[in-house]
């Protein structure tokens, strides 16, 4: 969950903040036509002025740009080469410059000539490290993009969160809409400071022009990166980090549907991925070690199956292929059937929920599953 959600001794200051902010801002028009005809006045309003901008320096930069999501926000200055601590990467010269190059590639828009080339030798350093067959060099490639792959789902929530302020209401888990209004409150009351208040709409919708497009690229980085790490054998952390991007999957619902097919993409292709993790199930042993790739399938498919269920499979070009589709739907029904009964009753009523909510929409079909779990948890109440 995201730092708003977590700590409501941040939200509220900010809340109070921007209502204060707002009411300070619509006060002072009424006032200021009183000051120019009382000097007295004149002098408070300039007090009150100055005290307000004060008060408005108190609020950190990092809550004004602060998103809902699974990840903190900063800027990464000096940090750009920097790979995942306790790897030892960071001090190799070959982690720096590939790590470099993954940071470019989320940099450099899909336009530049430039992009293409640095995503290529990118790839390059990748399937070298990867075909010497040295641990070391595979470690490299682990860290560096399992680093990169979580960097861009946080520049991809942030994107989306953008968006998604910017519209109304949705219907479905996460954060939900009063986040966002607190955040465009925040821009607005810093924007009549700047003097900018007559060019914040015309902004914004700049923003969410721009916020779109940087989506859809970033979601098509996020596919790349994952190919990539399942090329060099780590699938499993690109599962695990998009199992866990909870509230990125909320965002989805509210995206449009050419970004939805995209995420549709990425979560298809992690849920292939899933399938093949490997649990050892032999011995008592090994009760504990199957117990993460249990809970991490859960977390995937009641973060994204609401997805799934809404995205547009496409009208010209279908976002995935009947095989895939039928894969996809395979899978869920397999990781369903593994999961207890109480669980199976949580996806399978979430994905009633989602199926039926979205008429235009037949897939995933899991009706042979929620049949299935019927009848097993009637025949247990037989038991009693």
């Not at 449009?256 to 649990?279: C, D, P, T, W, Y």
């Not at 010209?316 to 095989?323: E, F, M, R």
Request: aromatic residues 8%; hydrophobic residues 40%; glycine residues 8%.
């Amino acid at each position: 969950m995201g730092l708003i959600e977590n700590s409501p001794a941040i939200l509220i200051p900010l809340l109070l903040r921007n209502s204060v902010s707002h009411a300070l801002v619509y006060a002072d028009k009424s006032f200021f036509n009183l000051s120019e005809r009382y000097r007295l006045l004149k002098v408070i309003r300039y007090l009150i002025a100055t005290c307000f901008l004060f008060f408005l320096k108190l609020i950190p930069s990092k809550l004004l740009s602060l998103q809902p999501g699974d990840c903190s926000f900063k800027p990464r200055g000096n940090d750009v080469f920097t790979v995942a601590s306790g790897s030892g990467i960071g001090g190799s010269g070959i982690g720096r410059a590939l790590s470099q190059l993954l940071s470019s590639v989320n940099d450099i828009p899909v336009s530049s000539r430039k992009y293409e080339m640095v995503r290529l030798l990118a790839g390059r350093l990748i399937e070298e490290n990867n075909r010497e067959g040295i641990e070391a060099l595979r470690e490299v490639n682990r860290g560096v993009l399992s680093a990169a792959f979580s960097r861009t789902v946080c520049r991809l929530e942030a994107a989306m969160a953008e968006l998604g302020a910017d519209r109304v209401g949705y219907d479905g888990g996460g954060a939900g809409p009063v986040q966002y209004q607190m955040i465009r409150g925040l821009r607005a009351v810093r924007s009549v400071v700047n003097g900018v208040w007559s060019s914040t709409v015309g902004r914004e919708m700049e923003d969410v022009k721009r916020s779109g497009n940087l989506a859809e690229k970033l979601a098509a980085e996020l596919l790349w990166l994952a190919q990539k790490l399942a090329a060099c054998g780590f699938a499993d952390e690109a599962v695990e980090r998009w199992a866990s991007a909870s509230n990125l999957a909320s965002l989805s619902l509210m995206a449009e549907h050419r970004l939805q097919g995209s995420l549709v993409k990425v979560s298809a292709f992690l849920f292939m991925q899933a399938k093949n993790m490997i649990i050892e199930e032999e011995s008592e042993e090994d009760r504990s070690n199957k117990e993460k790739p249990r809970q991490t399938k859960m977390k995937m498919i009641t973060a994204w199956l609401p997805l799934l269920c809404r995205a547009s499979n496409g009208s010209d070009v279908p976002v995935l292929s009947i095989g895939e589709r039928a894969e996809v739907e395979k899978i869920l029904d397999d990781a369903i059937e593994k999961l207890e009964g109480e669980e199976q009753e949580q996806v399978l009523s979430l994905w009633l929920h989602h199926f039926t909510y979205c008429p235009s929409s037949d897939w995933p079909d899991l009706h042979a599953a929620y049949a299935r779990w019927c009848t097993t948890s009637r025949n247990l109440f037989l038991l009693r």
